[in-house]
């Protein structure tokens, strides 16, 4: 049924805040054939927001045909430093947001990695690690130098300083990479909150081995977390099966707090997954509480919806908060954008962005007509 050196994938993956920061400015993106780890930089907000904006036309990519795809991931890293670029230039807010972007396509048995930044991609084969990328940091190079060793390097209190990542210039130097693929090799991309506490010797026995993906990524999260989880810390371990067909759930393996769940149960799982399948590009995962709101567009006002805005799910999406925006008074910068719908993870970062909308509305209309709980007008308690 398959073609030769065509192996199924499987793919597993994991993101984590850490021990040492507020929130995950890490992102990560699986789908059937493309993958991507980016890891965000900036203030406030900001790295959040670079990261998962680097992965909206990865997820585009995904929804094309493989070879599409593949032969189009450079083209699509250099559309996400675009993005990054122009959002950060911009909105004030956001100005001097940045993001690494290691993303990895596979079409027959060839994977393709495209890179920028210091988030990594590893191979691991025949019980073997190898690193498949380089890291754009000033002390990778140092050492490329030899001016630095790599203990030096590895303990650097300045080791995060890139020299290259997405949204600082209007284009971009990608690393691409190609490599033929042979059954049972594995793929790890990783953000630097992995390999900052985390040896390549641990990472090939956490992830070389386990048959269960799963298990492996957690236990990679959970070995840099021990190590005191300095950074956020994501992972997306993807294997190059062989052609046989994965055998179904297998039974009473490392019983759980979940054993074996119902066959319906299962049936409808798959049914979910091959559906989700179907409606193309089907997982954009975010870390923490999941990227699930957005701004758009109700009854020609902008509105904050919960639930994400790409098309086959849109449907699903329902209004959270009405403003009395009026889209036709918005700046032509954001039209286009609220059409498509602005992401954002929380409800909060929801309103931020409406704020800024807000900030850049055209001439200010009148302030008048402001719906809202009227606020009571006059000192309270008042003089005497
Ligand atoms: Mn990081």
């Known amino acids: 049924m398959t073609a030769p050196g065509a192996g199924r994938l499987r793919a597993a993956a994991l993101s984590d805040v850490g021990r040492a920061r507020e929130r995950n400015e ?14 965000g930089l900036g203030g406030h907000r900001a790295g959040e927001v670079a990261s998962a904006l680097s992965l909206e036309p990865i997820a585009a990519l995904a929804a094309a045909p493989p070879d599409d795809s593949f032969r189009d991931l450079t083209a699509a890293v250099q559309r996400a430093n675009r993005e990054v670029y122009e959002r950060a230039r911009g909105n004030a807010d956001l100005s001097g947001m ?4 290691t993303a990895l396509a596979v079409r027959g048995g060839v994977a393709r990695i ?5 988030s990594r991609c590893y191979l691991i084969r025949a019980g073997e690690i190898r690193r498949l990328t380089e890291d754009h940091t000033v002390v990778a190079r140092r050492v490329r130098e030899g001016s630095l060793s790599p203990e030096e390097a590895a303990t650097h209190p300045h080791r995060s300083l890139l020299l290259r990542a997405l ?43 386990d048959p269960d993906l799963d298990a492996a990524c957690r236990g990679l999260v959970a070995l840099a977390n021990a190590r005191g989880g300095p950074d956020n810390v994501t992972v997306v371990l993807i294997e190059h ?8 759930a297998p039974a009473a393996r490392r019983p759980r707090s ?41 009854g020609g006002r902008v509105a904050i919806f919960r639930g994400l805005p790409d098309s086959p799910l849109r449907g699903l999406a329902r209004v959270e908060e009405r ?16 059409a498509e719908g602005l992401r954002a993870r929380t409800l909060l970062e929801a309103r931020r962005i409406v704020e800024n909308i807000r900030g850049a509305l055209g001439p200010a209309p009148a302030a008048s ?11 309270p308690g008042g003089g005497p």
Do not use: K, M
């Not at 890490?26 to 890891?39: H, K, N, R, W």
């Not at 940045?98 to 972007?101: K, N, P, Q, R, S």
């Not at 099966?241 to 179904?248: A, E, N, V």
């Open 26 to 39: 890490d992102s990560l993106f699986v789908g059937a054939a493309v993958f991507a780890v980016a890891d």
């Open 167 to 209: 949204g600082s210039e209007p284009s971009v130097l990608v690393d691409q990479a190609d490599l033929d693929l042979l059954p049972g090799d594995r793929l790890l991309l990783c953000s630097d909150g992995l390999t900052g506490p985390v040896s390549d010797e641990e990472i090939l026995r956490l992830a070389g081995a």
């Open 323 to 338: 403003t009395p925006i009026r889209v036709n008074d918005v700046a032509a910068y954001y039209r286009p954008r609220l």
């Open 369 to 379: 007509g402001s719906p809202g709980p009227a606020l009571p007008t006059g000192p």
């Open 114 to 118: 495209a890179h920028v930044g210091d």
């Open 98 to 101: 940045g993001t690494t972007l």
């Open 241 to 248: 099966g062989s052609d046989d067909p994965p055998s179904p």
């Open 258 to 298: 979940r054993p074996g769940r119902p066959r319906a149960t299962r049936t409808l799982t798959w049914c979910l997954v091959i559906l989700s399948t179907a409606i193309g590009a089907w997982v954009v995962v975010r870390a923490v509480a999941g990227r699930n709101y957005f701004v758009g567009v109700d």
